[in-house]
């Protein structure tokens, strides 16, 4: 360590930031990528290189080998001595005229190399930096625009992400699900999307006329997972569509639509049923998934006693750590939509538990609010044993992950502010069943058993 220390005085190194380290990394993977070793020789020839100059001198020594393996695919001009004509000079300019003419159609016209087919031409991907077109060298472009960007930026070792949904303008088969609506006002092009689960609008068009913005971010996937984009957040407006009027629809903000606006399944699910005819010789084709089960909400406290009266239990001190682990749980179940903000009088406090694996959990402790003052129900829960009895009778078995079982199950409106709770000086209520409530294994099995 100390000899290699003692050789790196001898070098002239200096301070460079973060911009200019990036740009030497980008510099030594270009060189190392390339494809020619004559290029890599000259460009290593150099004392001192940046990525602007190895990526012009590698451009012009390309330009250069190009020319050179056009000109050796000519045909040579035999210069021996020979009896001719009269009129050999005319012959003469003619058949040079002809070879010339045959070495330019021997040529590729999209690499300027020797012809080849269109599959094997190296620049059937390449991106002209004259007129930004693809398909074909610098070399042989004739066109007189340059659209060419900062030279810098154009060279990327990794590729960018863009939406993979085309103009529908592409496809003849999008404008049947494409018409005209009426968006705050406004008359834009709205494609309706069965595989969209969001409506989505152009961010360039929320810019343009000023509506706010909400903030908000959803990762899209696009067809495939590899893909994906952010949305922008959202915002609200007021839609008109083939004679329908809907009021506050939400339309999450993305740039590079393919339309003004996208109306996908939170839109198309609030009519009974979505009919697009495109005109083809077969017969309807009706999709039909399993619907979800619209059960009814059970009731959670209808078995409280008499004298039951409002209880908000005084509010408990945390630690720093189990402050910042309940502020993460509270986000999640607001993700979720379990928990909402609360104004009820009602008020429980919350409890951190671990178990012997260390791992926390958040809990609600109700023993002094609503579990006091509810009575137990005598619905019977199911014996494990006849269970399993029963089931021992057959052996193909199918199975169903209740994830947050619990949780799944909504509360009344009327009944939520039971469930109050304080979290991080915030008070909250639940919109499904609490796991510490007397009731939520009852009401559960009683759910289970009328849906399945």
Not at 314 to 322: A, C, E, L
Not at 328 to 351: C, F, G, M, N, Y
Not at 370 to 380: Q, S
Not at 391 to 409: E, G, P, R, W
Request: aromatic share 8%.
């Amino acid at each position: 360590m100390l000899k290699l220390r003692s050789l790196a005085r001898d070098c002239d190194f200096k301070e460079v930031t973060a911009e200019q380290h990036r740009d030497i990394c980008i510099r030594d993977a270009f060189i190392t990528g390339l494809a020619s070793n004559t290029i890599r020789q000259r460009l290593l020839e150099k004392t001192s290189l940046t990525l602007q100059s190895a990526f012009d001198e590698a451009r012009v020594l390309e330009t250069a080998t190009t020319h050179a393996q056009a000109y050796n695919s000519t045909n040579e001009i035999s210069c021996g001595a020979m009896k001719t004509p009269t009129n050999s000079h005319l012959e003469t300019y003619i058949s040079n005229e002809d070879q010339e003419l045959n070495a330019i159609k021997s040529l590729c016209y999209f690499c300027g190399r020797r012809r080849h087919s269109r599959t094997e031409c190296p620049a059937r991907n390449a991106l002209c930096h004259q007129c930004g077109k693809k398909g074909h060298f610098q070399t042989v472009c004739k066109s007189s625009k340059t659209t060419a960007t900062k030279a810098a930026s154009t060279i990327s070792l990794t590729s960018v992400i863009t939406p993979t949904t085309l103009s529908s303008t592409h496809f003849s088969g999008l404008t049947q699900s494409t018409a005209q609506a009426n968006v705050n006002g406004l008359v834009l092009q709205a494609l309706i999307d069965t595989g969209s689960c969001e409506s989505y609008i152009s961010e360039a068009i929320v810019k343009r006329n000023k509506w706010p913005v909400r903030p908000s971010t959803n990762r899209i996937f696009m067809a495939t997972t590899h893909l994906s984009e952010k949305t922008l957040g959202h915002t609200f407006a007021d839609v008109q569509y083939k004679g329908e009027h809907y009021k506050k629809v939400k339309l999450s903000i993305l740039s590079g639509l393919c339309s003004d606006v996208i109306l996908g399944v939170d839109f198309i699910s609030l009519h009974k049923e979505l009919t697009i005819s495109y005109g083809g010789k077969r017969n309807p084709l009706h999709i039909c998934g399993i619907k979800a089960a619209r059960v009814e909400t059970p009731s959670l406290f209808s078995n409280l006693i008499s004298d039951c009266r409002l209880v908000a239990t005084k509010s408990r001190k945390h630690s720093i750590g189990v402050t910042k682990f309940i502020e993460s749980e509270v986000r999640k179940l607001l993700s979720d939509k379990i928990i909402e903000p609360s104004k009820s009088p009602w008020r429980a406090q919350v409890l951190v538990t671990t178990n012997e694996r260390q791992k926390r959990r958040m809990v609600i402790d109700y023993s002094q609010t609503m579990n006091r003052f509810t009575l137990l129900d005598a619905y019977p829960m199911p014996r494990v044993d006849e269970l399993v009895e029963r089931i021992s009778n057959y052996s193909v078995f199918s199975t169903l992950d209740l994830k947050s079982a619990y949780h799944q199950i909504p509360i009344k409106t009327e009944e939520r502010p039971f469930t109050a709770f304080e979290a991080c000086g915030e008070l909250y209520q639940f919109c499904r069943i609490p796991f510490r409530c007397y009731q939520r294994s009852c009401m559960h099995s009683e759910n289970n058993k009328s849906n399945y």
